[in-house]
């Protein structure tokens, strides 16, 4: 029993083995696409898209292949063929159309692999002539025809157009192959229809041409005035509008229309009756619409003034405060068949509030002031007709007032300045004019309150300053008036500048303080100065004060300090002065040359005494030569003497001339 279940065990495992077979690996190495019979062909060709493919694999069972074509790189498939490891499928095209037209390519995919193909694009030439038909051909104006446009061979979305001659009158796009529309027709006249559709960029050719006799609809509206077309203001104008009577149970409108104002929307069974005025002149149109068709009539009116618009002035121009003025308001034409001048009443009005209560001339006087400042206008009335001038803006002329003259920046004695002339308050344009002494030297216009009045003078003594005078004049009836004369700081330049050394410069001795004194003979402070040593380019100091002059101090000074020094003084002038050189040598001090006239002294008389105790020595030798020595012997020794007696009398003699020199010093 054993031995069976164990041999029937090995036959199904051999079983197993002979039926199942191994999973084989792949690559897909390529992928083409082929168009048959031709890349670019006739509408109604039958076309053939091949997608072959090359793809390497170990043996065995392959997976199943998908097969995807596409148009016009859309993402999804236009097409989707499942096959059993075939490496060539064909998608067909039967009778190709225009819609056919495009960019193909197609795609392998198996389990995670794919690739593409290369793209192809194929043009499909050729449209199908559309076909027009209306269901009449002969209208009213204001009637609608239904008109169709087919194309059922042609596939995918086509647009439609239809025109009436050269005008598209309407376009419509289907998926079906044809439209059907309704076109009404506005005006009488022979219409010819036609159509024609798009698709893919590519236009048909036009449909045959079916025309159309739109008829005219015989309704005519007419105008009518009462008492006539030419009134005069205040006349009572009725206009009638009316239509053929057999149109009276027809649905129509009928408006009156006066350019864009519609005055009367419904004139069927009412007229328009109105006062009129000058500005209802113009044409009057009466239209009337049945079915959409407008037919229109028109009438001009013309309404003469009863009176002109009036007029407002005011004289005299230019009024300054406290000069009187008139306002005077006034129409210069009338109709004298209806209305005399005086008929007409005339109001002024200041600020929206009558000036002239009670008075109807058309004049108001009064005295400018800031009071009577303000927007006048009038009006004219007569028989309940009013009409008004234009609005005028009344403001008085301010008079200048007494100008203010003043330096624009800092005055130096003989060099240009700026004077500006000025006034707190006055009209423009103000006229001013700068005089010296008494006499006009120039004129400035002033436009506004930017536009400065600014003259160039010179002074060459401070005085001259109050010399300067400005006069300011806006109006010519009234006088000019005239500022006070011009009072500013005058800087006198620095001029004349001298350095001063205390001690003076021969009495300068080493370890004093020496002051070296810089003056400015001319110039208003404050006073800049700077001190100078010549061959140094730097200041040694400098220092501002309120005065003319200023000291540089050189404490303890040494020999170093000897040499030649001199100073600059400037102010708001801006100009440098600079002084005289002053040369000053620094002498040895006192105490000094008496130590050194005291040792010359004790040098001197050591020498004196020296040359004395040699003689009286000498006096004893000589004696004794006599007795024991030659004559020859005793005159070298007395060469030698005098040899060594006259160098002491030189050293003496040197020291003696040192201790003068130092004297002297």
Known sequence: MRATRTCLLLLFLLFLFTCTEAQSEFIIKSVKLFVHPAKEVERGTNLTLTCNAQVSHTGGRLPQYTYNFYKNFERKALHIQKMDAVEQVNFSIPNARAFDSGIYRCELVIEQQNLKSQTESVKVKGLQVPELIVDKQRV??????SATCRAEEEKGSLQFSFKDGTNEVHRES?????????????SARIARLSCLYLINQLESNISNVVTVEVQELDIRPTITFQPSTEVIEGDT????????????????????IKGKDLLKPDMKNSNYSKVVQATDTGEYECRATINSVTKTDAQNLTVKELFSKPILTITPVGVFEGQPFTVTCKSSDFASERISRDQVKYSILMNGQSVTLGAFNGEYNATASTQTNGNYTCNAQANNILKWSQLQIFKAKMLVSKPIIEVVDKV????PFKIHCRSEYGSFPINYTLIRNQKPLNQILSWHENDHASFSAVISTKEEIQDYKCIAQNSQNSPPLMSDALSA????????????VLPGPDQVIEGTDVYLICNAGIGTPPISFKWYRLGNNSALMSNTVQVNNSAHKLPKVSSKDSGTYYCEAYNNGIEH?????????VRMAHWKIGIIATVCLLL???????????RSKRGKRETAAQLSVRSGTLRLQ??????????NIAAGTSDSNSCTILNAA
Request: charge should be negative; hydrophobic fraction near 40%; charged fraction near 20%.
């Open 140 to 145: 009213s104006e204001g009637e609608s025809v």
């Open 174 to 186: 289907s998926e079906i192959g044809h439209v059907q529309t309704i076109l009404t027709f506005h």
């Open 237 to 256: 104008v009725q206009i009638f509008c009316r239509v053929d009577s057999k149109f009276q149970n027809s649905t129509f409108s009928l408006k009156l």
């Open 412 to 415: 130096v004695l003989d060099r």
């Open 489 to 500: 700081p005058v800087i006198v330049p620095v001029k004349k500048v001298s350095l001063v």
């Open 577 to 585: 002065s600079q002084s005289d050189k002053v040369t000053f040598t």
């Open 604 to 614: 001197l008389a050591l020498s004196v005494v020296v040359l004395l105790k040699y």
């Open 638 to 647: 007395e060469e030698e003497s005098d040899q060594w007696s006259s160098n």
